[in-house]
């Protein structure tokens, strides 16, 4: 079945099932791993151990650093929604940055930025921690659009698996910057500023890996650029089915990890306790981090898979809101579990419905842009919530109402369709 200006492919008699399935499952995977597969692969998670920190770390540290740098409420409101601004605005850029510099060329460039981002964090000034934020935002919001597209063409075979490992690996680092952001800034003189700046050394790490991806990228099949991709996606319900439910998990996603140790402080938890408490809602996501993907690649449709991981959300949800302080560790790990296999099945829906390598990167952008920008309403929304009202039960029953939308859109992403440019 196809539609004026994009094309969809629908699993009929006709048609068994939409070409980004059949790849995924009528390609044979190679017994053993190439040398070069295996260095790519490493490079990939060593990306994904990069995307999150720079924005972990922050929120457990948001008190001090706003006693430090004398900033308002609404400067630490600005300060948490930076990146999801930055990813909003600048996924688009991808697309053109791709074609004109090549794949691995632009993922060595969102690498170096991250680190000098991340590096200038380390002075003590309110300029440059809002100046390292932005432009390690930028750097991630790239690099959350390249990703998609180098596990569709070059681990076509293995999208579950490897899906399954790069956010699982995105969850563990953002676990242990959350975890570990209090500790550190109590063990050095620098303060949160260590805290903070510490993570540019694994951003060169990741640039140390990536550097024989440059030479290998040559012999790699390239992707196409299509000019107008956002354009077409934009006609596309599908499209915006993926992105909006992108959007929503990221909302709450984002609001959670912006505010969640404030909240808990004011109910008398401690800061570093908080901030344990954050970590531990990432580590607890690690087991449906890991296989939702796999799930998800094996399934006709995953409209029931969408339907339990919303559930199990939606419970923590309004635990958080009603009782924060009564069951606190009930809440967050329910909350850990259900965002844990939200993330991954939203990237695993940018993939499954992909035609291919090109469609997933515009895909990718689309729905990243589009989602980011709806998600911005989470760290900003919660916040300004709280802040007009001194409570934090509103803002959490706004994040809770989300969950209505989340399921339409789930539901409809969730149908066995690909898109074709």
Same mark, same amino acid.
């Given at each position: 079945?196809?539609?004026?200006?994009?094309?969809?492919?629908?699993?009929?008699?006709?048609?068994?099932?939409?070409?980004?399935?059949?790849?995924?499952?009528?390609?044979?995977?190679?017994?053993?791993?190439?040398?070069?597969?295996?260095?790519?692969?490493?490079?990939?998670?060593?990306?994904?151990?990069?995307?999150?920190?720079?924005?972990?770390?922050?929120?457990?540290?948001?008190?001090?650093?706003?006693?430090?740098?004398?900033?308002?409420?609404?400067?630490?409101?600005?300060?948490?929604?930076?990146?999801?601004?930055?990813?909003?605005?600048?996924?688009?850029?991808?697309?053109?940055?791709?074609?004109?510099?090549?794949?691995?060329?632009?993922?060595?460039? %969102? #690498?170096?930025? =991250?680190? @000098?981002? !991340?590096?200038?964090?380390? &002075?003590?000034? +309110?300029? *440059?921690?809002?100046?390292?934020?932005?432009?390690?935002?930028?750097?991630?919001?790239?690099?959350?659009?390249?990703?998609?597209?180098?596990?569709?063409?070059?681990?076509?075979?293995?999208?579950?698996?490897?899906?399954?490992?790069?956010?699982?690996?995105?969850?563990?680092?953002?676990?242990?910057?959350?975890?570990?952001?209090?500790?550190?800034?109590?063990?050095?003189?620098?303060?949160?500023?260590?805290?903070?700046?510490?993570?540019?050394?694994?951003?060169?790490?990741?640039?140390?890996?990536?550097?024989?991806?440059?030479?290998?990228?040559?012999?790699?099949?390239?992707?196409?650029?299509?000019?107008?991709?956002?354009?077409?996606?934009?006609?596309?319900?599908?499209?915006?089915?993926?992105?909006?439910?992108?959007?929503?998990?990221?909302?709450?996603?984002?609001? %959670? #990890?912006?505010? =969640?140790? @404030?909240? !808990?402080?004011?109910?008398? &938890?401690?800061? +570093?306790? *908080?901030?344990?408490?954050?970590?531990?809602?990432?580590?607890?996501?690690?087991?449906?981090?890991?296989?939702?993907?796999?799930?998800?690649?094996?399934?006709?449709?995953?409209?029931?898979?969408?339907?339990?991981?919303?559930?199990?959300?939606?419970?923590?949800?309004?635990?958080?809101?009603?009782?924060?302080?009564?069951?606190?560790?009930?809440?967050?790990?329910?909350?850990?579990?259900?965002?844990?296999?939200?993330?991954?099945?939203?990237?695993?829906?940018?993939?499954?419905?992909?035609?291919?390598?090109?469609?997933?990167?515009?895909?990718?952008?689309?729905?990243?842009?589009?989602?980011?920008?709806?998600?911005?309403?989470?760290?900003?929304?919660?916040?300004?919530?709280?802040?007009?009202?001194?409570?934090?039960?509103?803002?959490?029953?706004?994040?809770?109402?989300?969950?209505?939308? =989340?399921?339409?859109?789930?539901?409809?992403?969730?149908?066995?369709?690909?898109?074709?440019?």
């Amino acid at each position: 079945m196809r539609c004026a200006g994009i094309g969809y492919r629908r699993w009929s008699s006709a048609c068994c099932r939409p070409p980004s399935v059949s790849d995924s499952r009528t390609i044979a995977a190679p017994r053993l791993w190439s040398s070069r597969q295996v260095l790519l692969l490493a490079g990939v998670l060593l990306i994904a151990a990069n995307l999150r920190p720079g924005i972990t770390s922050v929120s457990p540290l948001l008190v001090p650093i706003g006693a430090s740098l004398g900033l308002s409420s609404f400067g630490l409101i600005a300060l948490a929604t930076i990146p999801v601004i930055c990813f909003a605005a600048l996924a688009p850029v991808s697309l053109p940055l791709q074609r004109r510099f090549g794949l691995e060329t632009v993922v060595l460039g %969102v #690498l170096t930025l =991250l680190c @000098a981002g !991340l590096a200038i964090r380390l &002075i003590d000034a +309110a300029p *440059a921690l809002f100046i390292g934020t932005v432009l390690a935002g930028s750097a991630i919001a790239v690099g959350n659009v390249l990703i998609p597209a180098i596990v569709k063409r070059d681990f076509a075979g293995r999208v579950g698996l490897v899906t399954g490992l790069y956010i699982t690996t995105l969850y563990i680092t953002a676990s242990t910057a959350a975890g570990v952001s209090v500790p550190l800034a109590q063990a050095s003189a620098l303060g949160w500023r260590f805290a903070l700046g510490a993570w540019a050394g694994p951003a060169v790490i990741a640039v140390i890996v990536w550097l024989p991806q440059l030479a290998h990228g040559a012999t790699r099949a390239p992707l196409q650029y299509r000019g107008g991709g956002l354009a077409l996606m934009a006609r596309s319900p599908l499209a915006w089915a993926v992105a909006m439910f992108m959007g929503l998990q990221s909302l709450g996603y984002y609001a %959670v #990890l912006s505010w =969640l140790p @404030a909240m !808990l402080h004011q109910v008398g &938890i401690s800061q +570093a306790e *908080a901030g344990l408490m954050l970590s531990v809602s990432t580590l607890v996501a690690l087991p449906s981090t890991l296989i939702t993907p796999s799930l998800a690649a094996r399934s006709r449709d995953q409209r029931g898979l969408t339907s339990v991981v919303l559930a199990v959300t939606l419970l923590g949800y309004i635990g958080l809101m009603v009782a924060p302080g009564a069951a606190p560790w009930l809440w967050i790990v329910m909350i850990g579990l259900g965002q844990g296999a939200m993330f991954p099945l939203a990237m695993t829906f940018i993939v499954l419905r992909s035609n291919g390598p090109t469609e997933a990167m515009a895909l990718s952008a689309f729905s990243q842009t589009i989602g980011y920008a709806v998600s911005i309403a989470g760290p900003l929304g919660m916040g300004a919530l709280h802040a007009a009202t001194g409570q934090w039960w509103p803002a959490m029953a706004f994040v809770a109402a989300t969950v209505v939308p =989340l399921l339409w859109f789930g539901l409809r992403a969730s149908r066995p369709e690909t898109i074709s440019l």
